[in-house]
């Protein structure tokens, strides 16, 4: 683990997952959150997130 | 050019110029350059200090000094390593967070038939009205735009520019180096989508949309007089909800710090390799360098900040920048040139047309008048934009710099060829990549980004 946090695009892809779950779990949960363009992207940025975290060095 | 710079070892554009030619050419390179990137970082800073007055409310100087204080304190503990790692993230978090933007704006104003129905047509061509300068709001015609951006400006960018040129430097062989740039330009290209579409989508909407107008009055408008560098702020405040307007608001403050910090490491490696460690102090450690690199970090942000409040009187921080570009790397660009494809080209030569050629930009801006800006001598000519003023500068001073260094050259002594190996193209080993993949290979690559910029500007004629 402490080996893929030097790696770049490991770094870029939990930033963004974090970012996702910010945004798709406050459209759920917090009123003034519940805009659809705060869920569409944040699917989007989910799905970055979670390709660049898999992506082999 | 890339064979020449990374196989010559030098640390920086400036040293290849003293390897070249001589440490005069390097002097004046390393100082004129110096300047540009403090310019830079400033325009970065205003634009981020702005952007935090008007989303956040705060005080505008503060937010300059908190601005700087950021950007100091990750290129100071981490240096190029951190600017390098820092802009990597920083350009997804621009493309990511900014292009629902796009999106939404562009939906909102009745797609691109909707903004070609409710603008006039010289907004959405790239070419069409560029026979006579009269036709179009930047004031050139095509030969201008064609020379002073697609050649002087734009070659002098992507060959001469340390910030762009240190990036391959850094790279881990020939071949990495040499494809360092022709990547960078694959998202470049796409670019105008996330910058300059918004541009035209809040033109559109501006003038048919009220209930837009009414919301960015008060981020776009200094009295009656537009101010387009707030367009993509007040297209945020219009556009994004609570929460993805927090990330639409970092992802243009990374834009913003990514400019800065890329300019002040350059600025760092510039003064310290160019200036101090080959004028004033010699042969000392390397921490005894690095040291002064982090001082002189410290002190590139404290000019940046100086220059930040000079942004601010430009109603165009773009034309700006463009002029920055067009005083520095115009001439620049017609040294390199001639220095690496013609061998008799002589240090006497190359600093001289540097010279003349920079006061040559001076002097065009000094004679041409564009938005109230220039005509400092005598405003002979005007000039209906800032941005084609700045086309017409760099013209000018590559010109200048171009016929003064043959010149000279011509009648001065050029360098023994034994010195001049590595350097120059008809001296320089040809570099044969054993790359075997197409796709990684420069040439295939350089030759679909043509096709795609000529299938681009063929869309957009």
Known sequence: MQERLNQLSFVIGLFFILVSIVLVVGYFFVEQLSHNINLYTGIGVGIFGIFMVRLKA | MMPFYYGSK??????????????????????TFAVMTVFSSGISLYALAMLLKVILHWNFDLCIWAAAGIVMAYTFLGGLTSAVYNEVLQFFLIV??????????????????????????KFTHAWKYMGNANDNDMGINFISMIFGLGFVMSFGYWCTDFLVVQRAMIAKNMNAAQRTPIIAAIPKMFMPLIVVLPGVVALSLLKTNPAFLEKVKDVMYNGDEINYSMTLPALLKAYYPNGLLGLGITALIASFMSGMAGNVTAFNSVFTYDIYQAYFIKNRSDKHYLNVGKLVTLFGILFSIGTAYIAASFNNINDFLQLVFSFVNGPLFATFLLGMFWKRTTGHGAFWGLLGGTIAAAITHGLTIAEGKGGWIAPMYEIKSGMGQAFIVASFSWLANFVITIVVSLVTKPKPDEELK????????????????????PGPLGLILLIITILLNILLF
């Open chain 2, 10 to 31: 030098a640390r920086s554009v400036p040293e290849y110029l003293s390897l070249r030619f001589d440490e005069k050419t390097r002097g004046l390179n390393a100082i």
């Open chain 2, 422 to 441: 590595g350097l120059v193209y008809s001296l320089t080993e040809k570099v044969r990549s054993n790359e075997t993949r197409w796709y990684l290979k």
């Open chain 2, 96 to 121: 990511l967070g900014l292009s629902p933007l796009v999106i939404v704006a562009l939906n909102d104003a009745g797609g691109w038939e909707g903004i070609k129905t409710s603008l006039d047509p």
